[in-house]
Nanobody, 116 residues
């Protein structure tokens, strides 16, 4: 099983980016998917979470700006990031966790850089 992120890049303050996380080797609907981010010198931060029941939650710093969606037919989740801020600059990681919490799969990350 693998997950792979894409969609990172450069954006201006107030702009938008859309990240994607594609799973291969299993069915996405068997996993809770989390987006994390890690900025240089900082701890990894949970950004958003989407459970197998499609319950979505967000970290305080991104709530009302980021939207996470799941497309089980495409084995893909998306993270729509709007109203970007410089502090959103980080490497963004996708993690898939099995419904029983017994397995986890991490992607390699995608860099997001927000410039003023």
């Amino acid at each position: 099983v693998q997950v792979a992120e894409s969609g990172g890049g450069l954006a201006q303050v107030g702009g938008s980016l859309r990240l994607s996380c594609v799973m291969s080797g299993s069915l996405l609907n068997l996993f809770t998917i989390n987006w994390y981010r890690q900025a240089p010198g900082k701890q990894r931060e949970l950004v958003a979470s989407n459970t197998t029941a499609s319950e979505v939650s967000y970290g305080d710093s991104v709530r009302d700006r980021f939207t996470m969606t799941r497309d089980n037919s495409e084995n893909t989740v998306h993270l729509q990031m709007d109203k970007l801020r410089p502090e959103d600059t980080a490497v963004y990681f996708c993690k898939a966790r099995g419904v029983y919490g017994d397995v986890e799969y991490w992607g390699r990350g995608t860099q997001v850089t927000v410039t003023s």
